[in-house]
């Protein structure tokens, strides 16, 4: 146990930028010589066929994990990114929900899959769905850090204290460890009016957990996984790349010093 380093990306809403973000972030600290894990816990499985893995290939899953039938070292497969290593996400993780509501443990799963996973990879990363079901608790029950991607727009404090709550509950719950590592804000529009007031309105509730560098809004990063591509790789001198650089690095300062 001790500094481990498990951060899952989470938040409720859809579409706030948790697969790109957990995808980009993860693929800029394996590009730093680290070795790490992500976690494809999203049925939807964007993040697993945004790192070019195609999804009929896949034998073994996140589903598997959560049933009890496998483990971190029998589902985690290799990426095009080096030192990046992948447990997919399958359809049936649709199902996994409900297949576990009279499971015994069932808040985790996850955590129990993961045991000694940490001894191998040096950071693992989790992409949570856009819920705060059963598969959103387990990720959260195994995670040590939460980030959470935002949006800048009029109803992001909503989610947000709404999420924070949950986090709250977890903690009380199922795992003590959590705590929140950071809010990142995506798809900033730096000229938009309402964008600079949500974000001034994001600061004043999280003070020092906001990154320091939002990630702008760029049509290159959104093309960047139908080439199964990370940013870094599919438009290294961009903007989107500068930006999930920064921010891969000030979370690693982050992770090092134990979550300050
Ligand atoms: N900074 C950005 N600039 C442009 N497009 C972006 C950016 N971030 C994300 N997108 C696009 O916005 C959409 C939603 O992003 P993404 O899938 O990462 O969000 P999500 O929170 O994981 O969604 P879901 O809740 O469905 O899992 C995608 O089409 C993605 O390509
Ligand atoms: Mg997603």
Redesign the pocket.
């Known amino acids: 146990m001790g500094n481990y380093k498990i951060i899952c ?1 989470a ?1 409720q ?11 980009n972030i993860a693929a800029c600290i394996a590009r730093s010589g680290k070795r790490v894990l992500f976690i494809d816990s ?1 049925p ?1 499985g ?2 697993t066929s945004g790192l070019g893995i195609v999804k009929r290939t896949i034998t073994h899953s996140v589903y598997d994990l959560l049933i009890g039938r496998a483990n971190w070292e029998t589902t985690a497969i290799n990426t095009n990114v080096r030192g990046l290593s992948l447990i997919p996400s399958s359809i049936n993780l649709v199902g996994a929900e409900l297949e576990l509501v009279d499971e015994a443990d069932r808040e985790y799963r996850l955590r129990n899959a993961l045991r000694g996973a940490e001894a191998r990879f040096d950071y693992i990363i989790i ?4 819920s705060l079901g059963l598969i959103t608790i387990n990720s959260l029950t195994a995670a040590k850090y939460v980030v959470i ?1 935002v949006l800048c727009e009029y109803y992001s404090l909503e989610g947000l204290s709404q999420l924070t709550t949950t986090i709250k509950h977890i903690k009380r719950l199922y795992n003590p460890n959590i705590e929140l590592l950071g809010v990142l804000v ?3 529009d730096g000229r938009l009016n309402l964008s600079i007031a949500v974000l001034e309105e994001i600061k004043r509730h999280f003070a020092g957990k906001l990154f320091r560098t939002p ?5 290159k ?5 139908s080439h199964g591509m990370p940013i870094t790789d599919y438009d290294r001198n961009g903007k ?1 790349a500068a930006a999930y650089s920064a921010v891969a690095l000030e979370l690693m300062k982050r992770c090092e010093s134990g979550g300050n």
Not at 15 to 23: D, N, Q
Request: charge should be neutral; aromatic fraction near 6%; hydrophobic fraction near 30%.
């Open positions: 990306f938040n809403k859809g579409g706030v930028g948790k697969t790109t973000s957990a995808l999203d939807q964007n993040a992409d949570c769905p856009p991607p995506n798809m900033f990630i702008p809004r760029s049509v990063i959104s093309e960047a996984p989107g």
